[in-house]
């Protein structure tokens, strides 16, 4: 007993990490523009600034703040940023960009730090903190991140009439950016939220050293993490949508505080098409135990599309007490659900209009049947056989995983700046790291709302 | 037949040419002191980054890299990057900011805007939601 006690008091008076992480963000911007714009400006959201640029770099030094708040190391990390314009046409535009500065490999820790795993690339802010020292490449450079967003979003040209929110509360209106969640999106990308430097179109890496990410990636077809596949077997990889996810411990031992139980469609009768698996949206009624009903899939009476259910179901369609069946695209997903509640279904399930699952997404409140989408060939089949089935609850599974791991987002198609470096948009409710930025995002980067700080911290954060 | 000049110089190249003119700057948080870089350094950074992430074109001027040109330039990125021994030991891989995930959004249909990475995005599925372009 006595030893115990001894050794509890000894654990006391060991020094403790200090908590937290000092995000500085630089202003890079010439006087008169960027952050420096001085066009006037009403406080909006909780952002007490009074000009355009003081507004911006509010937002800024906010998402860096929350994450300094979420972060351990006693290394300062130095974010370069500048508003600026950048290219723009009047329906779409580039928000921005942030990256690690540097990345580092076999940097010998200074004294009380640890050493980075051998031949492989780390972040620069964690490469510092893991070694415990200011790495110096060049001293005229010490910036662990650079950010660049757009300073002319919403003028005339530039997305025109959707301009950034700078607002610190997540409540943009629904024609603007919120440029917190934008900011801090990137800043996760920045700290380490990235399969760079290697290549994930090619598989190659610079010096044929692995990201320190590839030990936590895997592929759960062949079973083989990235850290010990050829760059054909990365690149192949990088296109296996659905199977790619994060083995990280730290991650993966969250997600059922985070990510809601998956759902699947179960055919009934007949039976032939089996079990399903169908993606819960963000938005209507949590999925149900059992739901069973037939599935139709019933004339809108108009439109570029009568199965999209984009228009008003016309009194007498088959919708009323059914699995309303739709397609995906013309319009929202919401407005879909919408039509489909307003004449009597039970749930809308929509079915892509490519290949792969989709994840409806969307914002109202008075949808009250349940929503989910799946896969384009199984919207076919279900429509060339006509299916009693029942829409469930999956328990044995999280919605956005395989086999219990977070999916990371790996499209058959690469897209460049997305694919792998995200996670995959099944995932419900939606994260802060995925490559869609939804209007149902918190500022949160900890569970149980999000993923993201335990992916970092699996890295080493 | 457009002239298409595809620009990727690094911000790394530029930043390392610039003589070091450093000032200290203190956070507002806590009293850590850190090194700040004169405007002039900045601007070149920034000018730089200008370069990166946006395609000359005699026809159009300058404006965004299409879907394929991003790939290119992304392609062209990975082939140029600089690594430098580090005097203490250990290595430095430069990046640049063709490497960097760019966000952009883009208006499909009414106020709905999708905001995605990588290139332009196609305005095809016109939900403007996160499962917008999975897979395609």
Known sequence: MLARLVAALLLLTLPLPALGADVIVINGDPPGVGFNDPTP???????????????????????????????????????????????????????????????????????????????????????????????????????????????????????????????????????????????????????????????????????NFPSVWERFMLDVSSGKRWIDMTDAERAASARNDLNLVWAGQKASNVVPSVLDFGAELVALEPDTLGANEAVPANFGAK????????????????????????????????????????SRGVCTFVQKAVNAQNAGAIAAVIANNV???????????????????????????????????????????RAGTAFNLPRLYAPLTLAPGSSVSHWDVTATPSLLMEPFLTPDLTSSVKNPEDLTRRLLVDIGW | MRNLVFVVSLAAVSVWTVADQVREVRSATTLQVVRQPSQERLDQIRRSLMAQIVVHDDAEGVR??????????????????????????????????????????????????????????ATTSGDGAKGGSHAR
């Open chain 1, 41 to 207: 400006a009403a406080p909006i959201g909780g952002n007490l600034g009074t000009t355009v640029g003081q507004q911006a770099l509010n937002v800024f030094q906010f998402a860096a703040d929350r994450w300094g708040a979420n972060l351990i190391s006693d290394q300062p990390i130095l974010v370069i940023a500048f508003f600026m314009p950048l290219p723009c046409t009047a329906t779409s535009g580039a928000l921005g960009a942030a990256g690690a500065f540097f990345y580092f490999a076999n940097v010998p820790p200074a004294r009380s730090g640890r050493a980075l795993a051998a031949n492989t690339w780390y972040p620069a802010a964690l490469a510092e903190k893991l070694t415990k020292q200011d790495i110096v490449v060049d001293p005229a450079t010490p910036f662990e991140i650079i950010a660049f967003f757009n300073s002319e979003l919403g003028k005339p040209g530039c997305l025109t009439g959707n301009g950034w929110y700078y607002g610190l509360d997540n409540r943009q209106p629904a024609n603007r950016i919120d440029l917190l969640a934008v900011v801090l999106h990137e800043f996760g990308h920045g700290l380490g939220f990235a399969a760079v430097p290697t290549n994930t179109n090619t598989g190659a890496r610079p010096l």
């Open chain 1, 287 to 326: 999925m149900p135990p059992h739901l069973r009903g037939l599935i139709t899939a019933p004339n809108d009476g108009g439109g570029p599309s009568l199965l999209d259910g984009c228009e008003p179901f016309p009194p007498g369609s088959d919708a009323a007490g059914a699995i309303v069946l739709m």
């Open chain 1, 355 to 397: 290949v792969g699952l989709v994840s409806p997404t969307g914002v109202e409140p008075s949808i009250f049947i349940p929503v989910v989408g799946i896969t384009q060939a199984l919207g076919a089949q279900l429509r060339a056989t006509p299916t009693f089935a029942e829409l469930r609850r999956n328990t044995t599974v």
């Open chain 2, 64 to 121: 965004a890299p299409t879907a394929a040109e991003a790939a290119a330039l992304s392609g062209a990125a990975s082939e140029t990057v600089q690594t430098v021994a580090l005097p203490g030991g250990g290595i430095a891989l430069l990046t640049s900011g063709a490497q960097l995930s760019m966000v952009v959004a883009s208006r499909s249909g009414g106020d709905t805007v999708q905001v995605t990475h990588g290139a332009m995005p």
